[in-house]
């Protein structure tokens, strides 16, 4: 049986077909070229936004790191405030005490609440301290919001 002759001239036929850059066929996939400038441009685009995100976040947890780290401070310069103070007793971690202006910036520590001093109190109350198991000491309640300001002084 002799082979039909193929109608197309050899040099308009490719071999491999599904390798060219374009539609060789009615029936084939549509391939439309890229606009290299918008894909590049959608890219960056993305790019942008997903690392402001990711920058966005580390602000806020450096922001956090800094604000725990001057919490720690303030419990650091309250804690040696409060070791200058007069005291006549071993205090007990966990346990809430009350801090007193003797006058002139001497402070003293008591178990005594300001209620239970009745009427007249010996000593400028400051406030309600408490003392950590890390022997740091933390500010449970103050007499005014100035005192907060003070112990970085």
Do not use: C
Not at 43 to 60: G, N, R
Not at 118 to 140: H, M, R
Request: charged share 30%; net charge negative.
């Amino acid at each position: 049986m002799a082979r039909k002759k193929n109608p197309i001239d050899k040099d308009k036929i490719a071999e491999k077909a599904n390798l060219l850059p374009y539609a060789s066929s009615v029936g084939s996939a549509i391939i439309k070229p890229l606009d290299k400038g918008r894909t590049k441009g959608l890219a960056m685009d993305a790019m942008y936004e997903q690392t402001e995100s990711q920058l966005h976040q580390i602000k806020e947890q450096v922001e956090t790191l800094v604000r725990q780290a001057q919490q720690i401070h303030d419990r650091i310069n309250l804690s040696e405030k409060i070791y200058e103070a007069d005291s006549g007793f071993k205090p007990i971690p966990n346990r809430d005490y009350y801090l007193y202006d003797r006058g002139d910036s001497e402070w003293v520590i008591s178990m005594i609440s300001p209620a239970e001093w009745g009427k007249s109190l010996p000593y400028e109350y400051l406030a309600q301290v408490q003392l950590l198991s890390d022997s740091t000491w933390k500010v449970i309640d103050t007499a005014t919001e100035q005192f907060t300001i003070d112990i970085d002084l």
